[in-house]
């Protein structure tokens, strides 16, 4: 993450002067959201779109901001629609949109562009994490765990498989009843860093549920 302290000013004062060149305000977007200001990175991309409403180096990663706030999610949405068409055969924007499709509300389109991505691009284990996670929002748990399985299976210094592997041993222990007070502690610490993390929350609710303390 690129601190915003060390973000060139001489650059940022260039690329605000270009507010009518696209590429530029893509840049000082893609600037201000590396240094952690996604108010600032919304309008840059904002403005680049109202140039060129087709330039995909914008719409997606104005999507991503979007997705990351609750408040934004159909706003996200709008955008993976506009950006959809444009991707063509490029796996990483299938990915990128697909990712933000399942996060923002709608899992049944992120799985469609998630499997085109890892049709494209089958070893990409990144791809293939975000589709599992994306079929395990959409209740196919069968197919969740069959690919967080080969994920698992792949080189050990590879982040994907060591979150794949977590993945399987919570999910296994969220189906023991008895398992549920032995996690509970893990489901705080993941949720602390990770707050939208599906199988925590199921998790969470499970124990809640054990206990009565549903209100």
Avoid: W
Avoid at 187 to 194: D, F, N, T, Y
């Amino acid at each position: 993450t690129l601190d915003a302290s060390k973000v060139d000013p001489a650059t940022i004062a260039a690329l605000e002067k270009a507010q009518n060149d696209p590429i530029a305000l893509v840049r000082l977007g893609a600037l201000y959201d590396k240094a952690q200001n996604p108010a600032k990175a919304k309008a840059a991309y904002e403005k680049a779109l109202a140039i060129n409403p087709n330039l995909l180096p914008a719409l997606i990663p104005l999507a991503e901001i979007c997705s990351r706030a609750p408040s934004d999610h159909s706003h996200a949405l709008e955008l993976v629609k506009q950006a959809r068409p444009l991707i063509t055969s490029d796996p990483a924007s299938s990915h990128r949109l697909g990712r933000v499709a399942y996060r923002a509300g709608d899992p049944e389109s992120g799985l469609i562009l998630l499997r085109t991505a890892t049709t494209s691009d089958p070893n990409n284990s990144a791809y293939q994490y975000d589709l599992a996670m994306c079929s395990y929002h959409l209740g196919r748990l069968v197919d969740a765990n069959q690919t967080m399985q080969r994920i698992a299976a792949g080189p050990a210094s590879n982040p994907e498989a060591t979150a794949a592997k977590e993945f399987l041993q919570l999910t296994a222990a969220l189906a023991k009843p008895d398992q549920l007070k032995v996690v509970e502690p893990r489901l705080g610490e993941i949720l602390r860093s990770q707050p939208d993390y599906l199988p925590a929350l199921y998790g969470q609710a499970l124990i809640q549920e054990q206990r009565g303390d549903f209100k």
